[in-house]
């Protein structure tokens, strides 16, 4: 293996060099840049209920609706040298990330007696980027009449269906056939198609489980997440949801809850199997943010919006610099980013 000596201390060049072979694994989370245009609101006058009546987290069907999403997934990765003493001799640092957005009607089919629903999700508008070591090398909107001849623009009209629990679970995706026969074999729309990313895009994380969804305003609940950052290792993480309050907005009730992840122990025994490479996280210092904030339409049953993302920064510095030179070190970042927001 290959090492790099750096004034004092050592660098393992496989570091950086695998955190990029793959690429990003989730499109995230998230160079150019996918825009989420705001959408324009009108004022309506809110207020806040009074404490101690219970809301209802969940979801709710009804044969033959239809609404319209914007979901936004993106993952990125970076690798930075900082300080003025020169990088290592063949180090190459930047930026890889994908970037994803799908506009998407969805048209409730069925509803079962539990509260099941099978959906018919059809693709409207897509964006899709992806920059490898702050090259772009797929940029594709489907707003623009020049992408129109790329095979994702292939994806728009198509259609797919979820069944997808009041909990925001989707528990099964039926009938790909059509749009991945229209994919015509394009990696990137055939990875769109799959069971994992169709689940990722419209499961709704935040939720509370079954029976445990009638809470007031303090309370909370919470789950676990598991994050691989490839050679980097795996992080687990309880996402902890606190209701802060339930307005009334016009004829509409709306709770808003916030999400503020903790590192977990649980799941780390099975985490710490499957990681090979664990030794790399080893090696630096690291801080995390993972914040999120949900609005739930309680009236409707549909979710308003909901966004979460989680920033991790790796560092190691040089722990015996020689006399007079100035202080340096390897940075590394990983970020993801899922938002899903009704837009009518």
């Known amino acids: 293996m290959k090492q790099i000596a750096v004034h004092g201390f050592v660098v393992t060049a496989l570091v950086y060099t695998l955190l990029f072979a793959s690429g990003c694994t989730e499109p995230s989370d998230k160079a150019a840049a996918v825009k989420v245009e705001p959408q324009k609101t009108v004022e309506t006058e809110v207020q806040i209920e009074e404490p101690g009546r219970p809301a209802e987290l969940a979801l709710k069907f009804v044969p033959a609706d239809s609404t319209t999403y914007k979901v936004a997934l993106e993952a990125g990765k970076s690798v930075k040298w900082e300080g003025q003493t020169p990088s290592p001799k063949g180090f190459k640092g930047g930026h890889t990330s994908n970037k994803m ?11 079962e007696d539990q509260g099941n629903a099978v959906a018919k999700i059809t693709i409207k508008e897509l964006k899709y980027v992806t920059t490898v070591k702050n090259n772009v090398v ?5 707003s623009r009449e020049n992408d129109h001849g790329h095979a994702l623009n292939n994806l728009i009209g198509q259609s797919y269906k979820i069944e997808i629990t009041p909990s925001g679970r989707v528990l099964e995706v039926i009938g790909t056939s059509d749009a991945l026969a229209a994919a015509a074999g394009d990696k990137t729309a055939v990875a769109l198609l799959s069971a994992d990313a169709i689940k990722r895009r419209h499961a709704v994380p935040a939720l509370p489980a079954p029976g445990e969804n009638q809470l007031r305003a303090g309370e909370n609940w919470s789950n676990i ?8 290792g795996s992080k687990s993480f309880e996402r902890v949801y606190t209701l802060k309050e339930v307005q009334d907005a016009g004829n509409r009730r709306i709770a808003v809850a916030e999400m503020e992840a903790v590192p977990s122990v649980e ?33 409707e049953g549909k979710i308003a919006r909901y966004r979460e993302e989680l920033v991790v920064e790796w560092l190691i510095v040089n722990p015996n610099p020689k006399k007079d030179e100035p202080p340096a070190a390897l940075k590394m970042g990983a970020a993801r980013l899922f938002s899903i927001e009704k837009i009518d």
């Open 101 to 111: 957005e799908m506009t998407f009607s969805q048209q409730i089919e069925s509803v």
């Open 138 to 142: 797929l940029d594709f909107d489907s």
């Open 267 to 299: 799941n780390v025994r099975d985490l710490r199997k499957e990681q090979t490479t664990d030794f790399f996280s080893q090696m630096f210092d690291n801080t995390e943010d993972y914040t999120g904030e949900l609005k739930l339409d309680l009236t």
């Open 225 to 232: 997440k598991n994050v691989s950052f490839d050679m980097m």
